[in-house]
């Protein structure tokens, strides 16, 4: 972050960006460019009967040992945050041919999917449940990887927690001798924020210098960074009416956070694409009601939550930038950990500062499943 942003996004670049959206950014390029990857609409019935229509992009492949991995997005993400990754992986591998069936959702109260109720506390283990039963629509509800990042991450530790049927143990065979098949995998869950507390535990955990580096960036964040949070945790309403009263808040709002929490700062249109979805959407308040579950008296946070240990295999990719790095020890207290990478480059949103690198990660991190062989 520039220090000439310490107190938040500056005059001079909110002028710039207003600029640029009024006489540089072509929304109708972009839309082009968002429709050019399939997308659809399913509707998820929940175990109240209530119904929820998810939103989703995807490349389902033709083969039929493909695995379905799930992508999710966090805040102030979106789908789209994947679609350079998408792009990507099919110019690697024509749809047809692909290992991999691609699956990246709306999250509820995001872009296209419904809205959260507001009769009840929309929680992080209803949109879990809710995604779980969208993957079992979608005929995958034998087994899939889930991926995410930011409450991505704390949705994808829920369903590696609570869903996709039994635990699964590891044996070990010959990698030549086997076929990865949909019935193999239950779940497994990769990965790339686990924002958490420094666990309590009796023996000391390893920690090296850069992990140090790390720990003191969130404490760091915990000291100036976390306001937006708390506001969002406890008056949602009113954060929500005023940054969606106008199209510059937004701009002010969402912008400060691709600037301070990526390592370099975004190409600008990009930033006015998310910042557009959301403004035509009119989903920037629904998008803030899962915040105040983290803000809770009793909460501990998703990731430190013992109930929400994951017992299924566990991926973890760390991004030096990320606005707080988390070390593979800490990690490994919150689940069964089997894959861990940490990277010099890149932050918080590491689906648009590095697609290859988190993609390599991700498919690295199935290869792993492959050798472990989980019945």
């Excluded at 403004?279 to 579950?293: A, D, G, K, M, N």
């Excluded at 939550?305 to 990719?317: A, T, V």
Aim: aromatic letters at 12%.
């Amino acid at each position: 972050m520039q220090s000439d942003r310490r107190y938040g996004v500056t005059l001079p670049w909110m002028k710039k960006a207003k600029d640029a959206w009024e006489t540089q950014f072509d929304w109708r390029k972009h839309e082009s460019y968002i429709n050019g990857f399939p997308q659809y609409i399913t509707r998820v019935v929940d175990e109240d009967g209530h119904e929820y229509d998810i939103h989703f992009a995807a490349l389902f492949s033709g083969q039929k040992k493909a695995v379905p991995i799930l992508l999710l997005h966090g805040w102030p993400g979106s789908f789209l945050e994947f679609l350079p990754m998408l792009d990507m992986i099919n110019q690697r591998h024509p749809q047809s041919e692909s290992p991999y069936h691609l699956i990246v959702p709306s999250l509820v109260g995001y872009a296209f999917s419904s809205k959260p109720p507001l009769d009840k506390n929309f929680r992080i283990e209803d949109g879990a449940r809710i995604l779980d039963r969208f993957m079992d629509n979608l005929g995958f509800g034998s087994g899939y990887v889930v991926h995410g990042g930011d409450l991505g991450s704390d949705t994808a530790r829920v369903m590696g927690a609570k869903h996709a049927g039994c635990k699964g143990e590891f044996r070990t065979i010959p990698p030549e001798s086997f076929e990865l098949s949909l019935t193999d995998i239950s779940l497994a869950v990769h990965i790339n924020f686990c924002y958490m507390p420094e666990p309590s535990v009796q023996t000391p955990l390893e920690v090296d210098d850069i992990d140090r580096l790390g720990i003191e960036r969130g404490r760091e964040f915990e000291r100036v960074g976390n306001a937006y949070a708390k506001e969002h945790a406890t008056r949602p309403s009113t954060i929500g009416i005023a940054i969606s009263s106008n199209p510059l808040s937004l701009l002010a709002w969402v912008g400060e956070k691709y600037l301070e929490w990526s390592e370099e700062d975004p190409d600008l249109h990009t930033i006015l694409e998310t910042v557009t979805l959301y403004w035509v959407t009119q989903t920037l308040p629904s998008s803030l009601y899962h915040y105040r579950q983290l803000f809770e008296p009793s909460s501990l946070g998703s990731h430190a939550n013992p109930e929400w240990y994951i017992d299924k295999p566990l991926g973890f990719s760390s991004f030096l930038h990320e606005i707080a790095p988390t070390p593979a020890s800490w990690v490994r207290t919150t689940g069964n950990l089997i894959f861990y990478r940490r990277h010099e480059k890149g932050g918080h949103f590491a689906a648009l500062e590095q697609p290859e690198v988190l993609w390599d990660d991700i498919t690295a991190f199935v290869q792993e499943l492959v050798q472990r062989a989980i019945f």
